[in-house]
Every structure is written in structure tokens, then in C-alpha cells.
């Protein structure tokens, strides 16, 4: 069986891609996310995603070393979705080249708030950069699914993208800064 190294940014969004790729590949987590706005929301979220992958005995992997810092990744990226796309996902793409993976997808791509067409065009030059195969697929159609799945096991369900923008988007519409 190929084995799939799937960058997974939440537990809901990481069901609805086993929803569709369980019985095709031995699916790996990887969890690279300093994008997520604020340390709390952050460990929930790394929490229930380590949960699931123990549930399902899927190994989970993470940067060695890595340290949370909001600051540091909000200075390198600027929060614009493009840019946070392109630094998560391009240490998915290597870690998943460097560990002999057969491919690396996203659970991004199973969300329907996220820029569709900008991850796979990211996930296909990284893939070409890197000489790795990504697996493009539209989960999309998996999302609700796999979210009530969580709901109904007691999973963390976030309320908002990730970072400080999408933050106050969810929490403040409407109110003048």
C-alpha cells in the first residue's frame, strides 16, 4: 500500500480526508500549524488531531524542536493566506520527500473556507520543486461528515480558520477597530 503523508491542521478537517483515502493508502499525520492564533486555541487543536491519529493508530509526526511562536510565523507570513499555505505546506512536502513517502496531501483541501485553487497550485510546485508526488484530491464533499463524526465523539471543533485575522473575522464582524 502507498504510503501518504497527509498535512493535517485539525482533527474534523483530518476525518474528512480518511473519509475518502482510508482504504487506498497508510495515511501518516503531520501537524505543522504555528499559523494558529493563540497558544490555547493552538494545543486544543494539536491535542485533538494527536487524539485522533491515537484512535485510529495513525503515527503522527511534527518538526523536531518545534516551539510555538504566533510572532514569529505572523512576521514571516504577513497572514496572507497564500503565504501561510506556502510555509506550513512546503515542510510537509520535504518532511514527506525526506521520509520516503509516496505522497503528501492536506486536509486544508477538505475545508470549504479555505482558497482551494491557491493549496493546489502550492501543492503542485512544491511537489515539482521537491521531486514528490502530491496527491490532489477536492474532499470538500467529506467536510460536513467528517466534522458531525467529531461532534459526535466529543472531538475539539474550532470556530475560526486559524490565525489572528480569521480570528477576529469570526468573533467581531461587524465591530469598528
Request: hydrophobic share 35%; net charge positive.
Amino acid at each position: 500500500m502507498k504510503k501518504l503523508l497527509l498535512h493535517i491542521c485539525c482533527a474534523p478537517c483530518g476525518a474528512s480526508v480518511l473519509k475518502a483515502l482510508k482504504d487506498d493508502f497508510k495515511i501518516s499525520f503531520f501537524w505543522n500549524n504555528p499559523n494558529i492564533y493563540n497558544l490555547n486555541e493552538y494545543n486544543n487543536r494539536k491535542d485533538s488531531a494527536k487524539r485522533y491519529a491515537q484512535e485510529l493508530g495513525v503515527e503522527f509526526f511534527q518538526l523536531d524542536n518545534f516551539e510555538y511562536d504566533y510572532q514569529l510565523w505572523k512576521n514571516q507570513s504577513n497572514e496572507i493566506c497564500s503565504n501561510c499555505y506556502q510555509l506550513r505546506l512546503k515542510e510537509a512536502a520535504a518532511f514527506a520527500k525526506n521520509k520516503g513517502f509516496d505522497f503528501f496531501s492536506t486536509s486544508l483541501l477538505s475545508s470549504p473556507y479555505q482558497k482551494h485553487n491557491i493549496i493546489k497550485d502550492i501543492c503542485a510546485e512544491l511537489a515539482s520543486n521537491l521531486s514528490v508526488e502530491f496527491l490532489y484530491r477536492d474532499f470538500r464533499e467529506f467536510f460536513y461528515a467528517g466534522k458531525n463524526e467529531m461532534r459526535e465523539k466529543g472531538y475539539y471543533l474550532q470556530k475560526y480558520c486559524a490565525c489572528e485575522k480569521s480570528y477576529f473575522e469570526r468573533f467581531h464582524r461587524g465591530e469598528k477597530k
